[in-house]
């Protein structure tokens, strides 16, 4: 049976950002539609000042910020490899520490290359805190079988990284406009870091419905019900995905292999809602009078998934209802929901069509329970562009994330 939907009067919780005194908060830049990570630099519990956070923003390549939120470092993308083919185009970014690279432990920012269907990799100095390209010159396409089904742009979209305990690190990477996911072990190459694919994955794209109907999602035609949002918890090799217009899957990493049956564990508000790609409109259209019941909590799409781990079972799985603007919040260990928050205007915008998340409970300089940082899809107020009109705005939302401890 579909999970019980919540009362409708329930509020979700306003995370203010005007109330500095608990929840201090920044912004960050104009930027692309970025996933962020953060990264605690260099090894040393007193160097906690020297953090960073690491994004993506899409055509514009690598964005790097303190934790002030000042950009320290941009990185551009790979150019295209002929005059008619797709530039670099960076989707998402994760972490791995600790990879042994040229006799060394090297911590890296692991890129989705959706423009070039690649990973690529960027070593962290832990002096100089400046990222270094490190990928090796021949890395084979994630998915495609040639340069032709590049330019398709079916690609490497969404990322999360994991370090089995036998020191393996693995990536596990969602192909956009389609339900597939790739598994890929990084491999250092003379001094630089490669991959090799060790294991794939296709969720449905049809679904049985308890009233005996099949389902669907809509999605562009030609296209596949998507997953982008993922994270992998470090602890235990369970897999969280979000296919963006079904639900929350949940299965397992082990000995760079996925176990068993995935599960859905949550499902869209809109699961069993007929929709119809309009081309007039170039979007679905969904027929809520013909909501049959059956849907979960989030409001599509599920976008941005990221741990806040107080504990080697104990934390929160944070989940970005992007339809609704709110994130929702499960137990770690159960699954359990825990409730829901929303990044509301303060002293400055809140944040709204969220396309990633990233925290840590690790607390740092202004940040004493932690940081959370949430990409802000529509920025205000407007930033004019050069002919004065309104330019589309995104950047990122600074959060002390002690509020979630305990939830």
């Given at each position: ?143 495609s079988r040639d340069q032709a089904e590049v330019n398709e742009q079916r690609t490497a ?227 004019p562009g050069e002919d004065g009109e309104a330019r589309p705005d995104t950047d990122f ?11």
């Amino acid at each position: 049976m579909p999970p019980p939907r919540p009362p409708e009067k329930k509020e979700p919780r306003a995370v203010r950002k005007s109330d500095r005194k608990n929840l201090p908060c920044s912004t960050t830049p104009p930027a692309g539609t970025p996933t962020p990570t953060t990264r605690r630099s260099g090894c040393k519990n007193t160097d906690r000042a020297g953090s960073l956070v690491v994004a993506t923003a899409k055509n514009g390549g690598l964005r790097v910020y303190d934790l002030a939120a000042r950009e320290r470092q941009a990185l551009g993308t790979p150019p295209a490899p002929g005059p008619d083919d797709e530039s670099g185009r960076f989707n998402n970014v994760d972490l791995v520490t600790g990879f042994r690279l040229g006799g060394q432990r090297a911590d890296l920012a692991v890129v989705t290359d959706r423009g070039r269907d690649q990973l690529r990799f960027y070593r962290i100095d832990p002096d100089t805190r400046l990222l270094t390209d490190v990928t090796a010159p021949d890395v084979p396409f994630a998915f495609s079988r040639d340069q032709a089904e590049v330019n398709e742009q079916r690609t490497a979209y969404g990322l999360g990284t994991y370090v089995d305990p036998a020191g393996g690190a693995y990536v596990v990477v969602s192909r956009r406009s389609t339900p597939e996911v790739g598994v890929f072990r990084l491999v250092e190459r003379a001094g630089r870091v490669g991959y090799r694919p060790v294991d794939r994955l296709t969720l449905p794209s049809t679904f049985n419905l308890p009233d005996g109907t099949v389902w669907s999602p809509c999605t562009d035609p030609g296209d596949g019900p998507q997953v982008e949002g993922t994270v992998v918890d470090p602890d235990t090799g369970v897999v969280h995905l979000a296919q963006e217009k079904v639900g929350l899957w949940r299965t397992r990493l082990a000995g760079g292999r996925l176990t068993g049956a995935p599960a859905l564990v949550e499902r869209v508000r809109e699961y069993g809602v007929p929709a119809a790609f309009d081309p007039a409109e170039d979007d679905c259209v969904t027929d809520h009078s013909a909501d049959p019941g059956f849907g979960g909590r989030i409001a599509q799409d599920v976008e941005g998934l990221t741990i806040y781990r107080t504990g080697r079972s104990a934390g929160t799985l944070v989940v970005s209802s992007q339809g609704d603007d709110t994130f929702h919040t499960y137990d770690r260990r159960t699954g359990r929901p825990t409730g829901r928050f929303a990044v509301v205007d303060g002293a400055v915008d809140g944040a709204q069509e969220c396309d990633g998340a990233a925290v840590t409970a690790t607390p740092l300089p202004g940040f004493p329970g932690g940081l959370l940082v949430v990409h802000d899809g529509r920025n205000t107020p407007d930033t004019p562009g050069e002919d004065g009109e309104a330019r589309p705005d995104t950047d990122f939302k600074f959060v002390d994330a002690g509020f979630l401890r305990g939830r």
